[in-house]
């Protein structure tokens, strides 16, 4: 004989006058909506089953309905199989681990392309158990492009390998959403990050899709920044971001060869898949900026404050992010045309060591216009 269950104790005894409305109330409702097939939704558009006061929630749903309701195409499935290679989705619209993979071994032109068709559908993609030399890293970020090196960096033996070494005196400082390099005039395509050395606790890095957080902006707002672009600098790492501020004369050099300001769209279009996508940096975009690329008038500067926070956050809700645990080896290839990233500061003192290369873009574009 079974032992009574919790639901069998209480009403063994006298329910309480709420519980008894509560339960009649659930028969009655649930009677009546089986009587007019309240219960089957699934042709209704996604507007009409999202809770009007959640309904940015709505943009990965949206993204997914793109992608053909699948994370990955039956032909990339497939392909997939083929060399052996099994997927292991970490969110509904973007993050796939590849498995029985060995990048230790230069991939053949067949399995480059497959990995790009992968980082195209999923925006970003991981590997474990890698354990990359430094020389190996660039030739295998070679495969899909040229390298850029990073002129604020610390120099080491290769020059387009970024050290993000954080520890003791050192807490992480890259905790807020953003795509890579957008002081650049070309941006970057996309970035592949090895993990070194792992805390023994978080290091996470979260990373969003940029398209399904455009797509879940209320019409209104969508409306609004498609048509706006903002300027862009690398002012933070002049001023130094507490580790101490460059030479005036070496600042002087710098503008003088790098571009300090530059021009990109708020609403990128993807240049491979055609997608638009929010493309911004908080700490790159100058927050009172924006203009309208039509007009060239400039908006008033707390709207365009106002515009700039509103889509940094958008990337911060739950539905659009999947998270990466760090493990010794592991390697995250991200698309900074389609996602942003979010690296968790919550390991302090402990350390945590990652070698980035960053692959060569081209020029944002919006073909909304």
């Given at each position: 004989m079974?032992?009574?269950?919790?639901?069998?104790?209480?009403t063994?005894?006298?329910l309480s006058?709420?519980?008894?409305i509560?339960i009649?109330?659930?028969?009655?409702?649930?009677?009546f909506?089986a009587?007019t097939?309240?219960?089957?939704?699934?042709?209704l558009?996604?507007?009409?089953l999202?809770?009007s006061?959640n309904?940015?929630?709505?943009?990965?749903?949206?993204e997914?309905?793109?992608m053909g309701d699948?994370p990955?195409s039956?032909?990339l499935?497939q392909?997939?199989a083929?060399?052996?290679i099994?997927?292991?989705?970490?969110?509904?619209?973007l993050g796939?681990?590849?498995?029985?993979v060995?990048?230790?071994?230069t991939?053949t032109s067949?399995?480059?392309?497959?990995?790009?068709d992968t980082?195209l559908?999923?925006?970003v993609i991981?590997?474990?158990d890698q354990h990359l030399?430094?020389?190996?890293?660039t030739?295998?970020?070679r495969?899909?492009?040229g390298l850029?090196?990073?002129p604020?960096g610390?120099?080491g033996?290769n020059?387009f390998?970024?050290?993000i070494v954080?520890?003791p005196?050192s807490p992480?400082?890259?905790?807020?959403?953003h795509?890579?390099?957008?002081w650049?005039?070309?941006p970057?395509?996309?970035s592949?990050?090895?993990?070194?050395?792992t805390?023994?606790y978080?290091?996470?890095?979260?990373?969003?899709d940029?398209h399904?957080?455009?797509?879940?902006?209320?019409?209104?707002?969508r409306e609004?920044?498609n048509?706006?672009?903002?300027?862009?600098d690398?002012?933070?790492?002049?001023?130094?971001r507490?580790q101490?501020a460059m030479p005036?004369a070496l600042v002087?050099?710098?503008?003088?060869?790098?571009?300090?300001?530059?021009?990109?769209?708020l609403v990128?279009?993807?240049?491979?898949?055609?997608?638009?996508?929010?493309?911004?940096h908080?700490?790159?975009?100058?927050?009172?900026?924006?203009?309208?690329?039509?007009?060239?008038?400039?908006?008033?500067?707390?709207?365009s404050?106002?515009?700039v926070?509103?889509?940094l956050a958008q990337?911060g809700?739950p539905?659009?992010?999947c998270r990466?645990p760090?493990?010794a080896g592991s390697?995250?290839?991200?698309?900074?045309?389609a996602v942003?990233?979010y690296?968790?500061?919550?390991y302090y003192p402990?350390k945590?060591?990652?070698?980035r290369v960053?692959?060569?873009?081209?020029r944002?574009y919006n073909?909304l216009?």
């Amino acid at each position: 004989m079974n032992p009574p269950t919790a639901t069998d104790q209480q009403t063994s005894t006298e329910l309480s006058e709420y519980n008894r409305i509560a339960i009649e109330n659930a028969a009655k409702l649930h009677e009546f909506r089986a009587a007019t097939h309240q219960a089957d939704k699934t042709d209704l558009p996604i507007e009409q089953l999202v809770a009007s006061f959640n309904s940015t929630a709505a943009g990965a749903y949206r993204e997914y309905e793109q992608m053909g309701d699948r994370p990955v195409s039956e032909h990339l499935e497939q392909r997939a199989a083929d060399h052996g290679i099994e997927f292991e989705h970490l969110g509904l619209t973007l993050g796939t681990v590849l498995h029985n993979v060995d990048l230790t071994v230069t991939p053949t032109s067949e399995l480059t392309q497959l990995i790009r068709d992968t980082l195209l559908e999923r925006k970003v993609i991981f590997f474990r158990d890698q354990h990359l030399d430094e020389d190996q890293q660039t030739a295998f970020g070679r495969q899909f492009g040229g390298l850029d090196a990073f002129p604020f960096g610390t120099p080491g033996d290769n020059p387009f390998i970024l050290k993000i070494v954080h520890g003791p005196g050192s807490p992480g400082t890259e905790n807020g959403w953003h795509t890579d390099v957008t002081w650049m005039e070309q941006p970057s395509l996309g970035s592949i990050a090895q993990c070194v050395v792992t805390p023994p606790y978080g290091g996470d890095t979260l990373f969003a899709d940029s398209h399904a957080a455009y797509l879940g902006l209320p019409s209104a707002l969508r409306e609004r920044i498609n048509h706006l672009s903002g300027i862009n600098d690398y002012r933070i790492f002049i001023q130094g971001r507490g580790q101490g501020a460059m030479p005036d004369a070496l600042v002087a050099e710098v503008k003088e060869r790098i571009p300090f300001g530059v021009t990109h769209p708020l609403v990128r279009t993807h240049p491979e898949t055609g997608k638009p996508a929010l493309y911004l940096h908080g700490g790159f975009l100058r927050h009172e900026s924006l203009f309208d690329r039509r007009t060239g008038d400039t908006l008033d500067p707390n709207e365009s404050k106002q515009i700039v926070t509103a889509l940094l956050a958008q990337h911060g809700r739950p539905e659009y992010i999947c998270r990466f645990p760090w493990q010794a080896g592991s390697i995250a290839f991200w698309d900074n045309r389609a996602v942003q990233h979010y690296a968790a500061s919550d390991y302090y003192p402990h350390k945590r060591v990652l070698r980035r290369v960053t692959i060569s873009g081209d020029r944002p574009y919006n073909n909304l216009d």
